[in-house]
């Protein structure tokens, strides 16, 4: 989920968030970037086939065939033998061909890796290490340092997965023809499944579920749309280009991890670029690294390329107004921005931050203004647990919202699934209030074409672990 940079007189967008402090932010344009080792992918997603398969990144498993959980191959049945020896050598994280995701995916994932153990992300180590404290302190600390903890790794590690095995069914299956919403339900459905949690009593979506309303955006929308409950359905057009951004949350620590499909491969370049992008600032990233030099190599690689449509050429613009973000628990803005344009923000990033960086590039002016309409709503963290406000449906309405989203964002399909109704008027109430945020769809301009690429990932003391990554991007 994108992370709208606040413009004077514009901090309702935000938790907290801010972008650089009091600085206007310089438009450079991009210098020429001399090599491009670094790029990696050719922007398509179809049926990618090169990912390795051994690490562990669950890429064998997702891949078609309608395979009942209760017939297990026999690969199945020497992978338990295996786990029956005595000297208890477990089989490497995942039992390899034992269970195979559906389609649509609808496997527990606590079923394909029965160990509990899920695959690691993509480690990454550090370019530099500077001014890191010495092991001896950190073994001091390290009763506090609840990132190297195995539970919560291994629950953002799950997620990761739920993450990776919905988009592959995304990627296998999302055509022309299709509807938005049938998507975007598609893919909800899915991750509730995967985490063996439909989210319908209270309190039940705060344990894990879905991070944030779904994004679905096409061309000149660059972030925050979803389908809403009521509208005319928008179907998916052969010349239009889909980003697809959704989070998946176990206990408040969310996954957000976004790609761009294109059906025409006019548009490769576009994804190459914001693809490169996405990937250099990781790269950038890491301990005590300052934020003005991940936006520098963000913008860098971004601007380092031009998209032709239809005879005429384009340079890809980093969109200017748009942020990557720290996570926090429950929070999918954790305080900290990441731009996607050089800035002089020398906000250093720290051990056991998580960081969702994404970038967005665009045909079009590389700056988002609010298009119609509604994203999603989410409870302010500081707002009171008793609210002043004398509507009584606002009343009931924020007691539904703190029993089941707390502060993850929603939207009105999250809540209408839940059997509320007639919500509009207290919704404006607790809006007007100050009580919740409502967020709006951000477009460029119309005619031009943008798309984001994200992931997750966690700074820990040696290494990045780059939580969301997969074959696929
Ligand atoms: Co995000």
């Known amino acids: 989920m994108g992370s709208r940079a606040p413009e004077q007189g514009d901090r309702r967008y935000f938790h907290g968030d801010s972008f650089p402090p009091n600085e206007p932010v310089p438009v450079d344009a991009g210098e020429p970037r001399e090599s491009h080792t670094s790029r990696d992918g050719d922007g398509r997603f179809e049926g990618v086939a090169t990912g390795d398969d051994d690490d562990g990144d669950g890429d064998g498993e997702g891949e078609g065939g309608e395979v009942s959980p209760a017939s297990p191959s026999t690969e199945t049945a020497v992978a338990q033998k ?282 079009g002016r590389g700056i988002v203004v609010d298009d119609m309409g509604i994203y999603g709503y989410g409870l302010h963290h500081d707002a009171p647990l008793n609210v002043p406000v004398s509507l009584s449906s606002a009343r009931r309405l924020h007691k539904t919202i703190r029993e089941n989203f707390g502060t993850i964002v929603f939207c009105r399909r999250y809540l209408e699934r839940l059997g509320v109704e007639k919500y509009l008027a207290g919704m404006n109430c607790l809006v007007a209030n100050g009580i919740v945020e409502e967020y709006r769809p951000l477009m460029d301009i119309k005619g031009s074409c943008s798309a984001q690429f994200e992931h997750t990932f966690l700074l820990r003391e040696t290494h990045k672990e780059v939580l969301s990554r997969g074959d696929d991007y």
């Open 82 to 363: 295996k786990r029956k020896r005595p000297n208890r050598k477990k089989p490497k994280k995942k039992g390899k061909g034992s269970l195979k995701q559906s389609s649509p995916p609808r496997v527990p994932v606590s079923q394909l890796f029965p160990s509990g153990l899920y695959p690691e992300g993509e480690v990454q180590i550090y370019d530099q290490v500077t001014a890191r404290t010495t092991a001896a302190e950190l073994r001091y600390n390290n009763r506090q340092r609840y990132w190297e903890d195995d539970t919560f790794l291994q629950n953002y590690r799950k997620a990761a997965e739920v993450h990776r095995q919905t988009r592959r069914w995304v990627q296998e299956t999302a055509k022309p023809g299709q509807t938005l919403n049938d998507i975007a339900e598609g893919i909800e459905d899915s991750v509730r499944a995967l985490l063996e949690n439909a989210g319908l009593q209270p309190g039940e979506a705060l344990k894990s579920g879905l991070g944030f309303p779904t994004g679905l955006c096409l061309n000149h929308q660059v972030a925050h749309y979803t389908p809403n409950p009521g509208q005319k359905p928008v179907v998916l057009q052969e010349q239009d280009v889909l980003t697809v951004d959704f989070g998946v949350h176990i206990n408040g620590w969310i996954v957000d991890s976004a790609f761009t499909m294109a059906f025409d491969p006019t548009y490769d370049n576009l994804l190459a670029a914001v693809k490169d992008a996405t990937n250099s600032g990781i790269k950038t990233a890491g301990v005590d690294v300052r934020i003005s030099d991940v936006s520098a190599a963000i913008q860098e690689a971004m601007e380092s390329y031009e998209v032709e449509i239809r005879g005429k050429t384009y340079p890809v613009k980093a969109v200017r107004n748009l942020c990557g973000h720290n996570i926090a628990r429950y929070h999918i803005h954790g305080g900290k921005s990441i731009p996607f344009v050089r800035n002089r923000d020398q906000t250093k990033m720290e051990e056991g931050e998580v960081y969702a960086i994404e970038t967005f590039g665009t045909t």
